[in-house]
Structures are given as structure tokens and as C-alpha cells.
């Protein structure tokens, strides 16, 4: 279970550990995941390095995967591949029996590389474009969530012009705040996503009379890192109304698309877990007869990743203890767009038995938002000293770019006390590949 801290207060190094059972600091080797010392990761991958934990991501999707069948609801389990879509991680959920939720033609290609089959694949997202909808169709994706008219008219129109069926869901915005950091919540009116609420029953009523489109059931998704249950009870209060009312009126609704958005505990604070949105679900759903989908994405795979840093340098400005990693905002652009909080601990047990002090931990990038944590207590920290940036798995390799022309880090999967490489570390040279020179500026 998470140590609860005080809302103004920081958990110790110790605490993080001791929250998360798939780390463990050893008294020689130092900080481990799973069975693998990170100095040995670190010694061979370098740093920075994504370290993800093979276990943990199984044994979240099995815990998840428990706590829904013992309500006794259909409920099918759809991985939201934008929160780490490599194929090593791809194919370890696709094991555990989850198919994906993708929201690109890049996401789809992905999927189907790793194995998973287009009818356990839900195609998400706002903006889908024609090629995009046409690939979907040809590859008989098992379900197309819809989020306005004029995506339903194109698909109309694509669907019969190619002699295909797509399956439809229509994702509504039921107008509920998930609390939640404002760039991450998508089920307000005022959000991008969905239908409008007063617009869904008409329009649901028109999906049966178009060419090329089988309705399926509604679909829905207020937000991500949600912390509390109480949206999730007015989102799905809300859509079960509507099944009940389209029903009523003589449509088939046959499935609820219930999204993701269950948060995961970065500073242990309090969360709920996977029995407690399974009550939720079940107290919404219980007697409508509807098979739900659950896109889960962050919290699957966020506690089993962590950022391996080196320290470069350590100096003070100003009275601020910096400590400098080789690791930027290029590599975990969290904090610097979200404002997010993420443990950080040493990676040599020596170094965390020090006591601690503040210190601002930052990067090398020219930006003063290259920033992982201000006024941090962290042990005295020597040039090449290593930490590890924890709760990464989720939103950090897959939204790291080159800025700075600094090149992507490498990845490595731990499973017990195996571990390799999976991605390799990117060659400065391949920054430039594919650039060209035209002939009159030559």
C-alpha cells in the first residue's frame, strides 16, 4: 500500500522505495530493479537509460484484470499505447491479454507489429484523418470511437465507398471536471474531445441510418492521472442515463467504452486503486447488460519505468545547491509541462545514507524550465554519482524529442535478473539523416 505523507511534504528516499516493490535498495550493489543492480545497467547501457521493470507491468495488468472480474461484468481490457508504445512493452501486455487503444496511424502500425489483432483494437482519438480512417477500415480495426458529426459523415463515406463496415462508437463529453491537471482532463464541455452532451442522443439516433456504419454503444474519457473516484461515478452515472434513454427510444446500445484515466501515487499520496474503480464500474453498469471496455495506459506502465541519470556537476548560485544530470526536459518533459512530481533517489546505497539538504535537480538544456525539482532534499551528490528518476514508464520515452540536437536515450527491459537493451541509444550522426542541402544554397 502507498505511505501516506503530509500534502506539504516530500517523501524520503526511503519511503519511495519502500512504495514500491519491484525496487529495492541493496547494501553492495545499490539500487535495483527487479533482480538487476542499475549500476550494472548504467555501466554497459550509459545514461541516461529508460529501466523498465517486466514484472510489474504484469503483475498490474493481472491485479487489474482480477479486480474486474470479480464484479462479474463483461469488462475487455484495451492498453492506451500512448503512454509507452515500444514493442517489447506492446507484446508483455499483449500476453496479458490486452489489446490496445491507439489514437494515430503510427499507434495502429505499432500494435499490429507486436502481434495485436485489429478486432481487439479501439481506434481513439479527435482528429483522425482520412488516411488514417481508410487504414483503420482496411485493416477491420474492432472498433472506431467517433467524436463529432462531420468524423461520423467521413467515415460514412469511406466506409461505404470501400464496401466496409466500421464499427461505431460514439464518444460523448458527459461535461464532468476529472480534477485533474488542466492540459490532461478532456471530459469538460469546454475540452476539444467528444461530442456535446445535448448533441449525443440525435446524433446516436442518425448513426443507424448511415451507409457503412454499425453503432455499437457509447464511449467516454474525462481525463488522465485522475485521483479520486468521484469523477469517474459522474461520467458513468451519466452515460448509463444515456444508455437507458437511447434504449428507451429504441436503439441498440450493445457496449460502453469507459476510457482510463486512473492516476498513479508519484509523491505516495493517497489514490485509488484498481477495486475501486471496478465498484464504481459496477455500480454504474450493473444491470444494463453492456459489455465495457477499459483503456488503461498510465498507471500500467508509469511505476514500472525509471530515468537512470548520471550527475555531471554540482555548483550554487545564489545560496541554490544545483545538481546538473546528464538527463533533460528533452528526455522527461513532464515537469517542465506539467509541473510534475517525480521521485528521485541515489542510485549507490552509500550516497542515500548521507544526510540530506535542498537542492534544485536540473538539466543541461538552454532552458530555464530544464528543471526535474526545486528545493529537493538529496545527500551530497559527486560528479558521476547516479539517480534514478522514478515513475517514468508512462509519458517519458514516448514524448522525448532532440531538442539541443540531443540524442534519444537508450531503453532497457529488466525481468527478474535478466535485462537487455531494447532500444538503442541514438548516434548524434542520426540526428542529421535524412536532412539535405538543396542545390541553390550549396
Given at each position: 500500500?502507498?505511505?501516506?505523507?503530509?500534502?506539504?511534504?516530500?517523501?524520503?528516499?526511503?519511503?519511495?522505495?519502500?512504495?514500491?516493490?519491484?525496487?529495492?535498495?541493496?547494501?553492495?550493489?545499490?539500487?535495483?530493479?527487479?533482480?538487476?543492480?542499475?549500476?550494472?545497467?548504467?555501466?554497459?547501457?550509459?545514461?541516461?537509460?529508460?529501466?523498465?521493470?517486466?514484472?510489474?507491468?504484469?503483475?498490474?495488468?493481472?491485479?487489474?484484470?482480477?479486480?474486474?472480474?470479480?464484479?462479474g461484468?463483461?469488462?475487455?481490457?484495451?492498453?492506451?499505447?500512448?503512454?509507452?508504445?515500444?514493442?517489447?512493452i506492446?507484446?508483455?501486455?499483449?500476453?496479458?491479454?490486452?489489446?490496445?487503444?491507439?489514437?494515430?496511424?503510427?499507434?495502429?502500425?505499432?500494435?499490429?507489429?507486436?502481434?495485436?489483432a485489429?478486432?481487439?483494437?479501439?481506434?481513439?482519438g479527435?482528429?483522425?484523418?482520412?488516411?488514417?480512417?481508410?487504414?483503420?477500415?482496411?485493416?477491420?480495426?474492432?472498433?472506431?470511437?467517433?467524436?463529432?458529426?462531420?468524423?461520423?459523415?467521413?467515415?460514412?463515406?469511406?466506409?461505404d465507398?470501400?464496401?466496409?463496415?466500421?464499427?461505431?462508437?460514439?464518444?460523448?463529453?458527459?461535461?464532468?471536471?476529472?480534477?485533474?491537471?488542466?492540459?490532461?482532463?478532456?471530459?469538460?464541455?469546454?475540452?476539444?474531445?467528444?461530442?456535446?452532451?445535448?448533441?449525443?442522443?440525435?446524433?446516436?439516433?442518425?448513426?443507424?441510418?448511415?451507409?457503412?456504419?454499425?453503432p455499437?454503444?457509447?464511449?467516454?474519457?474525462?481525463?488522465?492521472?485522475?485521483?479520486?473516484?468521484?469523477?469517474?461515478?459522474?461520467?458513468?452515472?451519466?452515460?448509463?442515463?444515456?444508455?437507458?434513454?437511447?434504449?428507451?427510444?429504441?436503439?441498440?446500445?450493445?457496449?460502453?467504452?469507459?476510457?482510463?484515466?486512473?492516476?498513479?501515487?508519484?509523491?505516495?499520496?493517497?489514490?485509488?486503486?484498481?477495486?475501486?474503480?471496478?465498484?464504481?464500474?459496477?455500480?454504474?453498469?450493473?444491470n444494463?447488460?453492456?459489455?465495457?471496455?477499459?483503456?488503461?495506459?498510465?498507471?500500467?506502465?508509469?511505476?514500472?519505468?525509471?530515468?537512470?541519470?548520471?550527475?555531471?556537476?554540482?555548483?550554487?548560485?545564489?545560496?541554490?545547491r544545483?545538481?546538473?544530470?546528464?538527463?533533460?526536459?528533452?528526455?522527461?518533459?513532464?515537469?517542465?509541462?506539467?509541473?510534475?512530481?517525480?521521485?528521485?533517489?541515489?542510485?549507490?546505497?552509500?550516497d542515500?545514507?548521507?544526510?540530506?539538504?535542498?537542492?534544485?535537480?536540473?538539466?543541461?538544456?538552454c532552458?530555464?524550465?530544464?528543471?526535474?525539482?526545486?528545493?529537493?532534499?538529496?545527500?551530497?551528490?559527486?560528479?558521476?554519482?547516479?539517480?534514478?528518476?522514478?515513475?517514468?514508464?508512462?509519458?517519458?520515452?514516448?514524448m522525448?524529442?532532440?531538442?539541443?540536437?540531443?540524442?534519444?536515450?537508450?531503453?532497457?527491459?529488466?525481468?527478474?535478473?535478466?535485462?537487455?537493451?531494447?532500444?538503442?541509444?541514438?548516434?548524434?550522426?542520426?540526428?542529421?539523416?535524412?536532412?539535405?542541402?538543396?542545390?541553390?544554397?550549396?
Open positions: 500500500m502507498p505511505l501516506c505523507i503530509p500534502p506539504d511534504a516530500d517523501p524520503t528516499g526511503a519511503e519511495l522505495i519502500a512504495a514500491r516493490p519491484h525496487i529495492r535498495m541493496h547494501a553492495m550493489d545499490g539500487l535495483l530493479i527487479e533482480d538487476v543492480p542499475l549500476n550494472r545497467v548504467a555501466d554497459v547501457a550509459g545514461t541516461p537509460s529508460w529501466v523498465y521493470s517486466a514484472a510489474t507491468m504484469r503483475a498490474r495488468a493481472r491485479g487489474l484484470r482480477t479486480a474486474l472480474a470479480d464484479t461484468l463483461d469488462v475487455s481490457l484495451h492498453y492506451a499505447m500512448k503512454a509507452n508504445d515500444h514493442l517489447a506492446l507484446r508483455i501486455l499483449r500476453s496479458e491479454g490486452l489489446g490496445a487503444d491507439v489514437v494515430s496511424g503510427g499507434e495502429l502500425d505499432r500494435a499490429l507489429t507486436a502481434g495485436i485489429p478486432a481487439h483494437i479501439v481506434y481513439s479527435v482528429g483522425k484523418s482520412e488516411h488514417e480512417l481508410r487504414r483503420a477500415l482496411g485493416e477491420g480495426v474492432g472498433q472506431i470511437n467517433v467524436e463529432s458529426t462531420e468524423e461520423l459523415d467521413m467515415l460514412s463515406g469511406l466506409a465507398g470501400m464496401g466496409r463496415t466500421a464499427r461505431v462508437a460514439l464518444r460523448v463529453n458527459p461535461d464532468v471536471d476529472a480534477e485533474t491537471h488542466a492540459k490532461i482532463s478532456t471530459g469538460r464541455a469546454r475540452d476539444k474531445f467528444g461530442i456535446p452532451w445535448a448533441d449525443a442522443a440525435a446524433l446516436y439516433a442518425r448513426v443507424a441510418t448511415l451507409p457503412g456504419i454499425e455499437v454503444g457509447l464511449a467516454t474519457h474525462i481525463g488522465s492521472q485522475i485521483m479520486s473516484l468521484t469523477p469517474f461515478r459522474a461520467a458513468y452515472r451519466r452515460v448509463a442515463s444515456l444508455v437507458t434513454e437511447l434504449r428507451a427510444a429504441g436503439h441498440t446500445v450493445r457496449s460502453v467504452d469507459c476510457g482510463g484515466g486512473l492516476g498513479v501515487p508519484y509523491r505516495n499520496e493517497p489514490a485509488p486503486g484498481p477495486a475501486g474503480l471496478a465498484g464504481v464500474l459496477r455500480a454504474a453498469f450493473h444494463l447488460d453492456v459489455q465495457l471496455l477499459l483503456e488503461p495506459g498510465r498507471w500500467l506502465v508509469a511505476p514500472a519505468g525509471v530515468l537512470l541519470c548520471s550527475v555531471v556537476l554540482t555548483k550554487r548560485n545564489g545560496g541554490t544545483f545538481v546538473v544530470l546528464d538527463a533533460a526536459m528533452n528526455d522527461l518533459v513532464r515537469p517542465a509541462l506539467y509541473e510534475a512530481w517525480h521521485g528521485i533517489v541515489p542510485v549507490s546505497a552509500a542515500a545514507a548521507r544526510p540530506a539538504e535542498p537542492a534544485d535537480i536540473v538539466g543541461p538544456v532552458e530555464t524550465g530544464d528543471t526535474f525539482a526545486r528545493g529537493r532534499a538529496l545527500p551530497p551528490l559527486a560528479r558521476n554519482a547516479r539517480v534514478a528518476i522514478l515513475d517514468a514508464g508512462a509519458y517519458g520515452s514516448v522525448s524529442s532532440t531538442y539541443n540536437a540531443r540524442p534519444l536515450a537508450a531503453e532497457v527491459l529488466v525481468d527478474g535478473e535478466r535485462w537487455s537493451v531494447i532500444r538503442a541509444r541514438q548516434s548524434a550522426k542520426a540526428l542529421w539523416q535524412g536532412e539535405s542541402i538543396p542545390d541553390f544554397i550549396a
